[in-house]
């Protein structure tokens, strides 16, 4: 009884984080803020659903298992897992005030859904497409996605390399989509499907490397490399 007694009988401000908290929220024109979690990568989750996507992708696109034609293969991988998978990892990023994380797992969910969506509308003929205005309907996809990520590399550039690298092997993947559809040559969309298999070796060595570091390792895969730019 007397245990129960004292337990009850505990200020809030004699723990220490309440106090820190209470600060936060009590100081002169800060709003009030709500704390989610303990923490935690979101990229213990991003890595992995990005890099999964990425081989279902590069595989399709160079016809080693499928035809090109059989494209929509690739649906409920890069749709149901990559795409909602990404989403899932911005929220965890936007909770715990991570920008610059939320900024790009939030960016290429969006470019795994819209692709998913793509695939899935041009499959049924959601859109009532010619077959001509259809292939352009893809180059203007491709062409629009490449662009954000030149511009998404620039900031990039101050993440260790390997992630710039994905982002830049990702622009090359797009590039030559976009040439293949422009000029007719089916062949550019193998060499498209190598690119896309390299950028799914980095997203899976990446993932080790923010595993092993997650579960304490003191010597993880080697560095991913210095930022290019400081």
């Known amino acids: 009884m007397s245990e129960t007694t004292q337990s009850t009988n505990v200020h809030p401000e004699s723990v220490p984080h309440v106090q ?3 600060a936060i929220v009590e100081a002169p024109g800060h709003p009030a803020s709500v704390v989610v979690g303990a923490g935690g990568d979101p990229l213990i989750l991003a890595l992995p659903i990005f890099a999964v996507g990425s081989l279902a992708l590069g595989i399709a696109l160079t016809g080693v298992m499928l035809p090109l034609a059989a494209l929509g293969a690739v649906l409920p991988i890069v749709l149901f897992a990559t795409g909602v998978g990404l989403i899932i990892s911005t929220v965890w990023a936007v909770l715990l005030g991570q920008t610059m994380v939320a900024g790009i797992t939030g960016t290429f969910g ?14 049924h003929n959601w859109f009532g497409l010619r077959p001509e205005v259809a292939v352009q309907t893809q180059e203007m996809f491709f062409i629009c996605w490449a662009c954000l990520f030149v511009f998404l590399l620039v900031p990039c550039l101050r993440l260790p390399a390997v992630y710039p690298l994905i982002v830049g092997l990702v622009v090359a993947a797009l590039a030559l989509g976009a040439t293949a559809l ?3 040559d089916a062949s550019l969309f193998k060499f498209s499907g190598y690119v896309v298999l390299a950028f799914a070796a980095l997203g899976f060595y990446a ?8 579960m304490g390792a003191r010597k993880p895969f080697p560095p991913l490399g210095r930022p290019l730019l400081s």
């Open 20 to 22: 820190d908290l209470r």
């Open 110 to 123: 969006g470019f795994w859904l819209s692709l998913g969506g793509l695939l899935l509308g041009l499959t």
């Open 182 to 184: 422009h000029v007719g």
């Open 207 to 214: 993932f080790v490397n923010v595993g092993l570091t997650a």
